[in-house]
């Protein structure tokens, strides 16, 4: 399986941004995929993931409301919806899929995509 990431940008605060990240290779072995953050500094965090069995979805405390993700069957395409950005959204984004029929680790990484947000 292989992640492409996209849509990283920079944007004002309060604005919105949509991430991208299309899967290619077996995708019909993809379970979950998820999306994480890293901040200079700091370590990966977690952000949403997805359920492919029944679109379930699942945020982080920080991120909720704010952030959707969804997934396009037919582009193979998972996206990361952003809205009401922060300057603390600044970060590299990256997605991940799981083949895994109970989520424990993500075996897929694809490369990150920056996420600037200016105050």
């Known amino acids: 399986v292989q992640l492409q990431a996209s849509g990283g940008g920079l944007v004002q605060a309060g604005h919105s941004l949509r991430l991208s990240c299309a899967v290619s290779g077996r995708t019909s072995s993809v379970r979950f995929m998820g999306w994480f953050r890293q901040a200079p500094g700091k370590e990966r965090e977690f952000v949403a993931r997805i359920k492919y069995s029944d679109h379930s979805t699942y945020y982080a405390d920080l991120v909720k409301g704010r952030f959707t993700i969804s997934r396009d069957n037919a582009k193979n395409t998972v996206y990361l919806q952003m809205n009401s950005l922060k300057p603390d959204d600044t970060a590299v984004y990256y997605c991940?899929?799981?083949?895994?029929?109970?989520?424990?680790?993500?075996?897929?990484w694809g490369q990150g995509t920056q996420v600037t947000v200016s105050s």
């Open positions: 991940a899929a799981s083949s895994q029929p109970v989520l424990r680790v993500y075996n897929y």
